[in-house]
């Protein structure tokens, strides 16, 4: 029995690649080059604030943690962009809002009491980020790090079963949310796929961690009639849990296969944006995991992808994949690399030195998720700004090229002055100044030799008075 239910999953699945709905006219029309995304924060009372935000790209997401009473982010991006909301209630209540912002919005983030709040521009704006709110004052929190994998202690066709209700009633809830509430057409399509999909998601993703073991999960008929009845949708390609998903159905079906034997089959089974989009979640992918075969792996993908943003996307990824590799053996602190933002250079540690040479230099030690480091870069451009014969160099420690780029667009820093260390995990930089943890600072001379290897942080009023005596001395 178990060669025919396997059989029937596989050949159902591939057979609704045909079945596809032509509805690509429902999807929102993303520009070609990116466009600002403005988040507007008013917070006169100067309550914690955290959120954190991620393109409908990419795994990981990207932190927001404050108490300023006003600040404005900038994300640009051809595509729309999560944004999850974080609030503690009492000691132990976590509150965690979804909304989804598109290439061009201006959106208006308070926090007048004890949960954040998000407005727009526009009536019918407002109304369409009141779902995620009213949807959580009814089902609880939706996604986020506070919620973890729906009923996974059940039984598989049992979890099945609640996962099933569960989708019932999101359906129903948005149902009644969209006749009282007029919103766009493309918001209405995302939110009906996002919950479609979201049972898959859920469903399958319990099931990655032991593959070879979990994979009996498909003898079960009423598990294999669900995979089997998996909608293909092109016009879903924009919508991450969609590729994800894919992803894990094809991890359990494919489970053995070797990598290239594993893209070869989604090449082949797959097709337009669906194709792209899962070809795009497996290589990205590999290229985390530090994949043997990720040079081929990317080759194969930019030969064979057709969507430009996917493409760049990946090529910047991967750039700075190879450039970590590369360098992973380099023991010596001169030959270390460091990758230029402003011209996407790489620089040896002497040739960072020497670029610098001249004036006393302040080095700050940071990465995109660490909160410290992103509530100290405020203190520093203040900071600057009073001392303008001394270097800021900012030397992120970001595992992914595009979260360090991305914050730095996304708070208006200064281009010329960042620079990301080329292999975090074996770098030299790191393991000659003993950087264990950051924010980290430290002092260098006109003449490359360190005056300070643990620098006060720029919020500290001890850092001014280093840099008078310095500055006078000098």
Known sequence: MKPVIIALLCIIFYSCKSDRKDDNQS??????????????????????????????????????EATSAHDTILIKSTIPVRLISSDMIGNSK????????????????????????????????????????????????????????????????????????????????????????????????FMSKEFYYKQYFDFLALYQENLPKNKAIIQDAQVARFLADFKLDDSASEIPIYGYAIFLLESLLQEGKSEIDFYQNLKTKYSGKTRDIVLYRFVDFCIIN?????????????????????????????QFMANTLNSSGNKSLD????????????????????????????????????????????????????????????????????????????????????????????????????????????????????LNADAPRPSDAKLKTVFDELLIEK
Request: proline share 4%; with cysteine; hydrophobic share 35%.
């Open 27 to 64: 999807s929102t029309e993303m520009p070609t080059t990116p466009q600002n995304i403005t988040i507007i924060i008013n917070n006169p009372l100067k309550k914690q604030i955290f959120f954190d935000w991620s393109s409908l790209l990419d795994a990981a997401t990207q932190p927001y």
């Open 94 to 189: 976590i509150v965690q809002n979804t909304f989804l912002l598109y290439p061009n919005d201006t959106v208006f983030l308070a926090k007048p009491q004890s949960i954040t709040n998000i407005s727009g521009k526009s009536d019918q704006r407002n109304k369409e980020l009141s779902f995620s709110p009213q949807f959580r004052e009814q089902f609880g929190n939706y996604e986020g790090w506070s919620v973890s994998t729906p009923f996974g202690d059940d039984k598989p066709a049992i979890r099945l079963q609640k996962i099933k209700e569960a989708y019932q009633k999101h359906i129903a809830f948005a149902d009644q949310f969209f006749q009282v509430n007029h919103s766009n057409s493309a918001f209405k399509n």
């Open 290 to 318: 530090s994949s043997k075969n990720i040079s081929t792996l990317y080759t194969y993908f930019q030969k064979d992808a057709e969507n430009i943003v996917l493409k760049n996307n990946l090529k910047e990824q991967y």
């Open 335 to 450: 030959s270390s690399t460091v990758i230029h933002f402003s011209d996407k250079k790489t620089l040896t540690w002497k040739q960072l030195l020497e670029k610098n040479a001249g004036k006393i230099t302040y080095l700050d030690f940071w990465a995109s998720w660490c909160k410290p480091c992103i509530e100290e870069m405020k203190y520093s451009h203040e900071v600057q700004k009073k001392y303008p014969n001394i270097n800021f160099v900012y030397l992120s420690q970001d595992e992914n090229y595009k979260h360090w780029e991305n914050s730095i667009l996304a708070r208006n820093m200064s281009k010329e002055s960042h620079y990301l260390i080329g292999s975090s995990k074996n770098s030299a930089i790191l393991s000659q100044f003993n950087i264990t943890s950051i924010p980290r600072y430290m002092i260098i001379d006109q003449y490359g030799k360190v």
